[in-house]
C-alpha cells in the first residue's frame, strides 16, 4: 500500500493540483534510518527465508525487531501530524500481528474477490513469514487483510485498516508538500 499511497499521492499533488515535486525534499522526517531500518528488515524477512530458512524459526523476534524501528522513528517525528496517521496504522497492524503470533492474518475470501486467490496455497502452507491464513482460532479479525482491491485496479491487493491508515498519512503528507510548495510566494 506504501507505493499505491505514494503514485496517488504524485497523481493528485503533482498532476492535479500542479504541486510541485521539490516540496518532497522540505518534508522533515526525523532519525530516518530508522524506518530504513524497519522496512529492511521486512524484506529481508520476505526474500530471504528461502535462503537462510532458520528466518522462519525467529520470524517472530525479526518482526518484533522490525516494528521497535518504526516505533522508534515514530517517536522522533511525533510532532509531525501526518506521522501521527501513520502511527494509529502501524499501532493497528501491530496488534493484530502480535496477537496471532507475529504474522499479520489474511482472509482467503478477501484473497479470493480481489482476484488474487493464487496465493491462497502459500498462505495454507504456512510458508509465509510475515502473513498467514486467517482461520476460526484469529484474533482480532477486523484488524487483518480484510479489506481489498480487485481489478480493475492494477495491482489487486489484500490490507488492513491499519495499512488504510499508513496510506492515508503517506497521501497526505506527500501530496501536501507538494501542494505547499506551489505555494511559496517568490521573491
Known amino acids: 500500500m506504501i507505493f499505491d499511497s505514494l503514485g496517488a499521492s504524485f497523481i493528485y499533488g503533482f498532476l492535479i493540483r500542479r504541486g510541485k515535486l521539490s516540496g518532497i525534499a522540505d518534508i522533515d522526517i526525523k532519525k530516518p534510518i530508522f524506518f530504513v531500518l524497519g522496512f529492511a528488515l521486512e524484506f529481508g524477512v520476505l526474500n530471504l527465508t528461502d535462503k537462510y530458512p532458520i528466518i522462519m524459526t525467529y520470524r517472530a523476534y525479526i518482526h518484533f525487531l522490525d516494528y521497535l524501528m518504526l516505533f522508534i522513528g515514530l517517536w522522533y517525528n511525533r ?7 501513520i502511527a494509529i496504522g502501524i499501532i493497528l497492524n501491530f496488534i ?5 503470533g507475529g504474522r499479520m492474518p489474511v482472509s482467503i475470501n478477501a484473497l479470493n474477490a480481489a482476484g488474487i486467490s493464487y496465493l491462497v496455497p502459500e498462505l495454507q502452507k504456512n510458508v509465509i513469514p510475515t502473513h498467514q491464513a486467517m482461520t476460526a482460532a484469529t484474533k482480532l479479525k477486523f484488524l487483518g487483510d480484510i479489506l481489498y482491491l480487485p481489478k480493475p485496479y492494477p495491482l489487486p491487493k489484500t490490507f488492513s485498516i491499519g495499512d ?15 501542494i505547499k510548495a506551489s505555494k511559496k510566494v517568490k521573491i
Open 79 to 85: 510532532q509531525n501530524k501526518y506521522m501521527k496517521v
Open 96 to 100: 493484530v500481528i502480535f496477537v496471532n
Open 164 to 178: 488504510l491508515f499508513i496510506a492515508t498519512g503517506i497521501f497526505l503528507m506527500v501530496s501536501n508538500a507538494m
